[in-house]
């Protein structure tokens, strides 16, 4: 738990990230999610209780604790005075083991070695990014953590960041990606953990949050007409709607699946029947600022 | 795993099995402190000062010769031999200048790592805060003594150039050789570093509570000043001898004849209760604080 002051900014959060996700980490500004991230990285005390990374306390066990875990809280932060190359060469140097013969296959992926020889002051926003998440590389991390790595990025910046974080999880990385950006969120990750105040309010796979969420049906067939009757008086069915392209049926599985055979009793055939997920945007939105639609169920964190 | 309450991220099959990496050695991190101060271009603004004004005295003094020196032994003998320059300059800025050039350091180095958000990227890697924090210390006593030594060694030089490399009369009268005035001088710069070094802990001790650079700075040498005044106050007389500003003449026992330990000895223990415990305090800061800055 961290409080400051009156403020409790993370209240019990627990994440279970497995190995190979691309783990997405989602909030409003001030939801707790920096805070947790630095608490996790051992920057900060939770003002209550520990704050573990693989059942590790980073304030107990110091270093040892960051073993095989690497990233940037905020923006990654480089000494301006040094080159590119020679603030590597300083974080090699404090990380130890054979991280110094990396430096230029990091700076070779983050394909920064041409400017590798110049002073990082002169560095833009996403070449600093760029750097930081090479500087995590060094590390050979297994577990990587990026905070908004996308944030400030023109949009060819962002392609470039989306791409290269792909590219590392394929590469068997599990990445921890708190983000703003949910287009990127649902491009990217597998699962996602969406704090409010500072607690869970999901956590999940992201498909299964949308299943949730979006329960919502386009349906197509023979007589719509007719169909619409039935929907309106089958129990279970929450809104039918005739539209441009069919009806709009929102109700959960069970219920289009009874729905489903009552049309085929009925005389009815239908021609499509497609499930219309909800947006992570939407669902977000929901999760966070309560809408009127249907309410994902939080699941219980182990 | 133990979670009262806080925030945990598992990832079970990862987690026992990580192979123990080589640390670091805080000789490692020790180094890349100097590495960084020399890439910096405030770090030269004392080694300029350290070198700027032994060379004005001498050029002074060069300049105005036979004028009253006083009555320091050493000041009447200024052109007698150069060995009285270094004697002299010591004199001279251990009360104002060479604090401040300790300043300037001990009072930036954990700050500006601080303000900058550098100090989260190092504390992510596989160093622990006590290495960091002893490291950063190393340096800034390090500098501190290149500073020292730096405006010796100009002084020494100007003053041998200007006058010649001849003995010298210490402050007991006795004329010693220009070798063994050498050594002396080395000497009583080496044992100025000791208050100078608790200076330096108390810089760094500022510089990690503030986490502001210029406040750092500033009270670290507002302090010298404070001191300096406490010291003039009548009917404070029997806490002077325990201010640090007074430390900073002990090395004058050294040029008597025999050597006068006493006032070292009274300055080394003195020295030590305001530095360590600042040097402590700092340590237990650093080791405990949020670093949530830049």
Not at chain 1, 222 to 230: F, M
Request: hydrophobic letters at 50%; glycine letters at 10%.
């Amino acid at each position: 738990m961290k409080r400051y002051n009156e403020v409790l900014a993370v209240d019990h959060i627990d994440l279970n990230v497995r190995g190979g996700d691309v783990y997405g980490f989602l909030g409003p500004n001030g939801a707790g999610k920096t805070t947790t991230l630095r608490m996790i990285l051992g920057l900060i005390t939770p003002t209550e209780g520990t704050a573990e990374l693989f059942g590790r306390d980073p304030l107990r066990q110091g270093a040892r604790a960051l073993d095989g875990v690497a990233g940037f809280v905020e923006a990654p932060r480089f000494y301006p005075y040094l080159t590119g190359r020679k603030n590597l060469q300083l974080l090699a140097a404090l990380d130890g083991d054979e991280a110094a013969t990396r430096i230029e296959e990091v700076l070779d992926v983050v394909e920064l070695a041409p400017r590798a020889k110049h002073k990082v002051g002169g560095y833009s926003h996403g070449m600093r990014q760029r750097l930081g998440i090479a500087a995590a590389l060094l590390r050979r991390p297994r577990l990587l953590i990026l905070d908004e790595p996308a944030t400030g990025l023109d949009p060819a910046g962002m392609r470039d960041m989306r791409a290269l974080i792909r590219r590392l999880a394929g590469e068997g990385i599990t990445v921890l990606l708190s983000s703003h950006q949910l287009p990127e969120v649902q491009e990217l990750c597998d699962r996602v953990a969406i704090v409010d105040s500072g607690r869970v309010v999901y956590e999940g796979a992201l498909a299964d949050l949308r299943r949730q969420g979006g329960a919502s049906y386009r349906l197509r067939t023979s007589d719509d007409v007719r169909a619409l009757e039935l929907a309106r008086a089958h129990e279970g069915i929450e809104h039918a709607a005739a539209g441009e392209h069919g009806l709009s049926i929102q109700a959960d599985e069970q219920h289009v699946g009874e729905l489903s055979l009552a049309l085929g009793r009925a005389g009815v055939a239908i021609l499509a029947l497609t499930p219309e997920l909800a947006t992570l945007e939407d669902l977000f939105f929901r999760l966070t600022e309560g809408g009127n639609g249907a309410q994902p169920q939080p699941v219980a964190i182990s | 795993m133990s979670r009262a309450a806080g925030a945990t991220a598992t990832q079970s099959p990862l987690g026992p099995a990580f192979a123990r990496r080589r640390r670091p050695s805080t000789l490692t991190i020790y180094r890349w402190e100097l590495r960084k101060l020399v890439r910096q271009i405030r770090t030269y603004l004392g080694l300029v000062l350290m070198v700027i004004l032994p060379l004005i005295f001498v050029v002074f003094e060069s300049l105005h010769h036979g004028r009253n020196h006083g009555e320091n032994i050493f000041a009447t003998e200024i052109t007698q031999s150069g060995l009285a320059t270094p004697v002299l300059m010591l004199l001279f800025m251990s009360g104002f200048f060479l604090p401040l050039a300790a300043a300037l350091v001990s009072g930036d180095i954990v700050a500006n790592e601080d303000g900058n958000g550098t100090l989260k990227t190092i504390l992510t890697r596989s160093v622990d805060r006590g290495q960091v924090f002893a490291a950063k210390a190393l340096a800034a006593m390090t500098y501190a003594a290149v500073a020292v030594f730096l405006a010796a060694a100009v002084a020494t030089v100007a003053g041998v150039v200007s006058w010649g490399f001849h003995s010298v009369t210490t402050f007991s009268g006795t004329v010693v050789s220009a070798p063994e005035a050498l050594l002396l001088v080395f000497a009583a710069n080496a044992v100025y570093l000791i208050p100078l070094f608790a200076l330096v802990g108390i810089g760094v001790l500022l510089s990690t509570a503030t986490r502001n650079s210029a406040a750092a700075v500033v009270g670290t040498i507002g302090l010298v000043i404070l001191l300096f005044i406490v010291a003039q106050i009548p009917g404070l007389e029997s806490i002077k001898p325990y201010l640090l500003t007074e430390q900073f003449q002990n090395w004058q026992g050294l040029l008597r004849t025999p050597t006068d330990w006493a006032p070292i000895a009274h300055s080394a223990w003195v020295c030590a209760l305001y530095g360590v415990p600042a040097l402590f305090a700092a340590y237990l800061v650093l080791l405990r604080r949020d670093v949530a800055g830049g």
